[in-house]
């Protein structure tokens, strides 16, 4: 136990940087004289702990010490390798590739003792669908401008259809899915705002530098906004011929298929436009049952495109 625990101490101080006697010995439950034996224990070993004090004072390890190879084993080396590889799917060049080649040479011509290439079973492709160069480019650019603290402008168009230009302070770039975001305070709004890089136009860096505004507590208020939109229980029957989508799309603990080969789907969904746009996307092999009011806005949609077919045939 005593090395798990001296291996524990020198993972910590790597990724904390500064931690106090106290808080270490807080957190593997020993007390102050087992911390300091083991920290004496891991200079002795070769690792060089400096000690500083004062109140913001502790122990860490020393700046210039580098670890070595063995402390990562090889086949966690193949799979930051193989992670970065699809982060490089989606960002800049040269912002990862020199980190992934810093990787790489981390895995010695000695371990290819295996006999086999190290390829790891996963692939990490985390390139949203529909990437093109332009979509890139408005990535880069909102990445320089948050590393440079400089304000973009842009036309954004809402769902509803509406454009308006906005002045943003972008804080982050964010990948959800398939789709870019990027978040950051809206001059227009006065306020942190979320937006989809697909439905900006005319994107510019301006020359002016800002200071982020004030968001304690609101670092994370983007996760929100994915559920804003009111909730609504969804009970759906889908015909068999569908299935295949269903299951694509539904958790299986929501699909019950029922004796005559029909899905019955019960699940919660954000009451919005996508929502519709999704249901009727399955035509006439989805019949909502519940709720009332999704059902008859469905089927006042439906009657609507009928009648302008009927209109056009006459």
């Known amino acids: 136990m005593k090395i798990e625990?001296?291996?524990?101490?020198?993972?910590?101080?790597?990724?904390?940087?500064?931690?106090?006697?106290?808080?270490?010995?807080?957190?593997?439950?020993?007390s102050l004289r087992t911390i300091y034996r083991d920290?004496?224990?891991i200079n002795t070993a070769g690792i060089p702990i400096v000690a500083y004090p004062g109140s913001s004072g502790g122990f860490e390890i020393m700046e210039s010490?580098?670890?070595?190879?063995?402390?990562?084993?090889?086949?966690?080396?193949?799979?930051?390798?193989?992670?970065?590889?699809?982060?490089?799917?989606?960002?800049?060049e040269r912002q990862v590739g020199p980190l992934l080649e810093k990787i790489k040479s981390l895995v010695s011509t000695g371990s290819e003792k295996r006999g086999t290439a190290?390829?790891?079973p996963i692939v990490y492709d985390f390139n949203p669908w529909g990437h093109t160069e332009e979509s890139m480019r408005r990535v880069n650019q909102?990445?320089?401008?948050?590393?440079?603290?400089?304000?973009?402008?842009?036309?954004?168009?809402?769902?509803?259809?509406?454009?308006?230009?906005?002045?943003?302070?972008?804080?982050?770039?964010?990948?959800?899915?398939?789709?870019?975001?990027?978040y950051g305070y809206c001059q227009w709004r006065q306020a942190y705002r979320l937006f989809r890089l697909s439905r900006m136009a005319d994107l510019m860096v301006k020359n002016d530098t800002f200071h982020p505004h004030q968001y304690t507590g609101e670092a994370l208020k983007w996760l929100e906004e994915w559920n804003q939109e009111e909730q609504v229980m969804l009970v759906l029957e889908f015909s068999q011929s569908v299935h295949v989508r269903v299951r694509d799309m539904f958790r299986p603990?929501?699909?019950?298929?029922?004796?005559?080969?029909?899905?019955?789907?019960?699940?919660?969904?954000?009451?919005?436009?996508?929502?519709?746009?999704?249901?009727?996307?399955?035509?006439?092999a989805l019949y909502v049952m519940e709720p009332e009011l999704v059902r008859c806005r469905l089927h006042d949609t439906v009657k609507r495109m009928a009648a302008r077919y009927e209109r056009e045939e006459r």
Do not use: C, N
């Open 118 to 120: 190290h390829a790891h």
């Open 65 to 92: 010490f580098t670890i070595d190879r063995q402390y990562v084993s090889l086949d966690e080396l193949v799979t930051l390798i193989a992670a970065l590889k699809g982060v490089q799917t989606s960002a800049a």
């Open 142 to 182: 909102l990445r320089e401008a948050i590393e440079s603290r400089q304000r973009v402008t842009f036309l954004y168009t809402k769902y509803q259809g509406e454009t308006q230009k906005r002045t943003v302070e972008p804080i982050t770039l964010i990948l959800k899915g398939y789709v870019w975001y990027v």
């Open 39 to 41: 920290l004496e224990t």
């Open 5 to 30: 625990r001296l291996l524990a101490i020198v993972t910590l101080l790597m990724g904390k940087r500064r931690m106090s006697a106290t808080e270490l010995a807080k957190h593997f439950e020993v």
């Open 253 to 284: 603990e929501e699909i019950e298929t029922k004796e005559d080969g029909t899905l019955l789907v019960k699940t919660m969904a954000s009451h919005d436009e996508w929502l519709y746009g999704m249901l009727l996307s399955f035509g006439d």
